[in-house]
Nanobody
Framework: QVQLIESGGGLVQAGDSLRLSCAAS????????FGWFRQAPGKQRELVAI???????NYANSVKGRFTISRDNAKNTMSLQMNSLKPEDTAVYYC??????WGQGTQVTVSS
């Protein structure tokens, strides 16, 4: 069983930055692959970024060069640094450990 708790969402202006964090329970943290997904109103949930257990990363084209995913195995946390935010980044952001585990979500709202 893995529990995921996100934090760090909020309301910002276009061009600002936010850092999301995800704290995970579980003894095998270093073996998990982590991902951040987001879901905007009326849209399907989509992958934002993913980091493997070896630290390899992959990003959605829409966030490449602006967002950075990272993990700290010593602290059982995973983060998403979001820079140069745009109104289209507005969504609920979810931490995910494939295939079954999801956090409760944290709202990110970017005003123009």
């Amino acid at each position: 069983q893995v529990q995921l708790i996100e934090s760090g969402g909020g309301l910002v202006q276009a061009g600002d930055s936010l850092r999301l964090s995800c704290a995970a329970s579980g003894r095998a943290f270093s073996t998990y692959k982590f991902g951040w997904f987001r879901q905007a109103p009326g849209k399907q949930r989509e992958l934002v970024a993913i980091v493997g257990n070896s630290g390899n990363t992959n990003y959605a084209n829409s966030v490449k060069g602006r967002f950075t995913i990272s993990r700290d195995n010593a602290k059982n946390t995973m983060s998403l640094q979001m820079n140069s935010l745009k109104p289209e980044d507005t969504a609920v952001y979810y931490c995910h450990v494939p295939p079954f585990y999801w956090g409760q979500g944290t709202q990110v709202t970017v005003s123009s």
